[in-house]
């Protein structure tokens, strides 16, 4: 996430230092993760905004190399911990998705759920690039995300063709509640 949204990296590490509650800490893995991995066969992926790392530990007990990164210290703390017996684990690394300096290689799939929905626009903007950036041509990105930001920020399929237009096409869009929620699944593929 970005430090210019409304939530920082220390709001988020006060999060997961408290008590698990369900929404955080929701082990199930969901079948729009399943699919991708199912059809794109990839061999290595990247989860913006991973939290305690559960998505990424899936992808990694797929064979595939899988990194996760989040700007809150402690969830990488959590993830790191919670997989330190685990043969094989995610590389997972601290770090702002607007801003990913420290990553350099291109990934052929990558996910976000549930982080770019908490960005504001410039954050959007800045998280588009670095994802164009990393993924390799052709490379499907997947994200969940909420129709109304914890900003109030409206989402939609337009939204994200008008957002993302220039550097990835919407494949496909479809309407969930997960965690409750009005929400959508969207599938991004990145444009040469």
């Not at 990934?107 to 626009?121: M, N, T």
């Not at 997960?178 to 929400?183: G, T």
Request: include cysteine; proline fraction near 3%.
């Amino acid at each position: 996430m970005s430090k210019s949204s409304t939530t920082t990296g220390e709001e988020f590490n006060k999060v997961y230092s408290s008590i698990g509650h369900w929404i955080w800490t929701d082990k199930r893995i969901p079948k729009e993760l399943k699919e991708i991995v199912e059809t794109h066969t990839p061999k290595t992926s990247l989860e913006l905004g991973c939290g305690i790392g559960i998505f990424s530990s899936f992808m990694a007990s797929q064979g595939i190399i899988a990194t996760g990164v989040d700007f809150s210290s402690k969830a990488i703390e959590k993830a790191k911990k919670r997989l330190a017996n685990n043969i094989d684990k995610p590389v997972f690394a601290v770090g702002d998705v607007t801003n990913l300096k420290n990553i350099n290689e291109q990934f052929d799939v990558s996910f976000d759920v549930g982080c770019f929905h908490c960005l504001d626009e410039e954050g959007q903007q800045k998280y588009i690039s670095e994802i164009h950036r990393l993924l390799k041509s052709n490379a499907t990105h997947l994200i969940w995300a909420l129709d109304s930001s914890p900003s109030g920020m409206k989402l939609s399929p337009k939204y994200m063709v008008q957002t993302f237009g220039e550097h990835f096409k919407l494949d496909k869009s479809e309407f969930s509640r997960r965690r409750i929620a009005p929400s959508h699944w969207y599938w991004l593929t990145r444009k040469d």
